[in-house]
C-alpha cells in the first residue's frame, strides 16, 4: 500500500518560515519524481515546486526565491522549505510522487495558513 505522508503545516506569521515533510512508503521512492502542489479556496490546484528522480528542480513563478525543494532518498522524503510567506501561500499543500511509466501518488494534504 502506497502511502505519502505530509507534516509541518500550520499557522505563521507574514514574513515567516515552515519547513514540510513528505514521508512514502510502498514505492521506490528514489525513482520517482517529487513535487508539491497547492490548492486555495476557489481556485484550481498548482505546482508550488518539482524535483526529478535526477535532481533537476523547478518553481512555480510565484516562489521562486522564496520556496526551496529537497529530496533524501535514503528516508524517501521530500521537503519543501518556504521562507518570506505571504498571505497569499495560505493553501492546502499536497505532496506528489510520480512516475511516467508506473504511477502517481498523492498524499492527504496539510493546510498552511499566513496570517497576522
Known amino acids: 500500500q502506497v502511502q505519502l505522508v505530509e507534516s509541518g503545516g500550520g499557522l505563521v506569521q507574514p514574513g515567516g518560515s515552515l519547513r514540510l515533510s513528505c514521508a512514502a512508503s510502498?514505492?521506490?521512492?528514489?525513482?520517482?519524481?517529487g513535487a508539491w502542489y497547492r490548492q486555495a479556496p476557489g481556485k484550481q490546484r498548482e505546482l508550488v515546486a518539482r524535483?526529478?528522480?535526477?535532481?533537476?528542480?523547478s518553481y512555480g513563478d510565484s516562489v521562486k526565491g522564496r520556496f526551496t525543494i529537497s529530496r533524501d532518498n535514503a528516508k524517501s522524503t521530500v521537503f519543501l522549505q518556504m521562507n518570506s510567506l505571504k498571505s497569499d501561500d495560505t493553501a492546502v499543500y499536497y505532496c506528489?510522487?510520480?512516475?511516467?511509466?508506473?504511477?502517481?501518488?498523492w498524499g492527504q494534504g496539510t493546510q498552511v495558513t499566513v496570517s497576522s
Open positions: 506528489n510522487a510520480d512516475h511516467k511509466l508506473l504511477s502517481s501518488h
Open positions: 510502498g514505492i521506490i521512492f528514489s525513482i520517482y519524481d
Open positions: 524535483i526529478t528522480s535526477g535532481g533537476s528542480i
